[in-house]
């Protein structure tokens, strides 16, 4: 790609637009939309964005195999928990007409069951020596009546007898290893970083919508799009929470797409050929989409300070206001989601207007 150099604008352009917003995420177009609701239609608004194509880490990736559209999300995934949205990010969504209520016609929520389709856990050669595919015990093992299947299924994991039976001490054993945590507290923390020294913690079938005149596949013959997730750590290094997700990030952007491509298809070949796959055969495209910081860091107080949280912490100090700029985007509020992002805007709209 070449490089363009624009001329430093000689005028201010004040007069023209009533707000200039510096990227085109959920965030900035939210803070558009609910500024012309509080300003007023007739204000004119510049939106900037460094890349192609506006909606920021909400994308969605297009294939079409066979004459097939297959979708898959390239970033955000869905509207989760619409209910618990704040007022102004409800609203977002009903006034860009946006109707969540209709969620149960569109998700097949007897998609994988009425197929019979499960999870499996797979080693791959690189780490165990050789590919294997074995039952996932952490999907489906509940108390007593399953120790036989529990101990069978382990028996099949290629690890040392002392890791076997660690592994079934940790499934079955009373220690709360949270204890003196309130139950609320024990829900807060919802993250766990599962460190592979290889590409993708897990891959699989994406969520089985079909809405809007796009059918998800349905038969056993037809293309699907199968999505991987890796976020990159740096384990068994000493290394902080937030260290590793720094080192991780470096490592993303110096990877080119040739070396994903070079992880992708053994794994794949290691998990599926026993199943007949070919990746030669099987593997219509590949698209890698690398979101270098992917979810907006939410405080977790196994690793951050303790004084920090939604409403204390740095955030706070690097959105501050800075007279006519005001800072939005789901980072500000140290939370991941959509309505983090609209709620962004929201605040970053309201410190504009009253300025
Ligand atoms: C894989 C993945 C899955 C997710 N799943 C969910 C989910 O299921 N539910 C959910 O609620 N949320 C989910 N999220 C989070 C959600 O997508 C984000 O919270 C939201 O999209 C953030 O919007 P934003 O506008 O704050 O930031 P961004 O989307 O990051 O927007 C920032 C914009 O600024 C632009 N920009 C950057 N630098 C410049 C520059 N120098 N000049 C001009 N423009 C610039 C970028 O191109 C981008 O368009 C997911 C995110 C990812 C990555």
Not at 139 to 145: A, K, R, T
Request: glycine share 12%; aromatic share 10%.
């Amino acid at each position: 790609m070449g490089e363009t150099r624009f001329a430093i604008p000689q005028d201010l352009t004040d007069d023209e637009f009533g707000l200039v917003i510096a990227g085109g995420g959920i965030s900035g177009l939210s803070a558009a939309l609910l500024y012309q609701q509080r300003a007023g239609r007739d204000r004119k608004i510049l939106i900037l964005d460094n890349h192609d194509d506006f909606g920021g880490h909400a994308k969605r990736n297009e294939f079409t195999v066979d004459g097939q559209l297959l979708l898959c999300h390239g970033g955000g995934q869905t509207i989760s928990s619409p209910a618990s949205y704040s007022p102004v990010s409800a609203k977002v969504l009903k006034d860009i007409g946006i109707d969540t209520d209709p969620f149960d016609e569109y998700f097949d929520q007897d998609y994988f069951s009425s197929r019979n389709l499960g999870t499996d856990l797979y080693f791959g050669s690189e780490q165990y020596g050789k590919d294997v595919l074995c039952p996932n015990i952490f999907g489906g093992y509940s108390g007593e009546d399953n120790l036989d299947n529990l101990v069978f299924d382990v028996a099949t994991y290629p690890i040392s007898d002392e890791t076997k039976a660690a592994l079934i001490r940790l499934m079955t054993s009373e220690t709360d290893y949270l204890g003196g945590k309130s139950h609320a507290e024990k829900l807060d923390i919802h993250k766990v970083v599962c460190a592979q020294p290889s590409l993708m913690h897990s891959f699989g079938m994406d969520f089985p919508v079909s809405m809007g005149g796009y059918d998800y596949t349905s038969e056993s013959g037809q293309p699907t799009v199968l999505h991987g997730t890796w976020c990159p750590a740096v384990p068994d290094q000493g290394l902080s929470n937030i260290e590793q997700h720094k080192q991780g990030r470096r490592d993303l952007f110096a990877m080119s797409f040739d070396d994903f491509e070079d992880k992708i298809v053994p794994q794949l070949s290691g998990a599926l050929s026993g199943g007949g796959f070919d990746p030669g055969r099987d593997i219509a495209g590949i698209t890698v989409n690398r979101w270098p910081h992917g979810y907006a860091y939410e405080y977790t107080e196994l690793y951050d300070d303790p004084s920090f949280g939604p409403d204390k912490g740095p955030h706070l100090v690097a959105r501050k206001q800075i007279g006519r700029i005001s800072i939005a985007n789901s980072d500000a509020n140290a939370y991941a989601y959509v309505d983090g992002a609209i709620d962004a805007a929201d605040r970053a709209v309201n410190e504009q207007l009253t300025a």
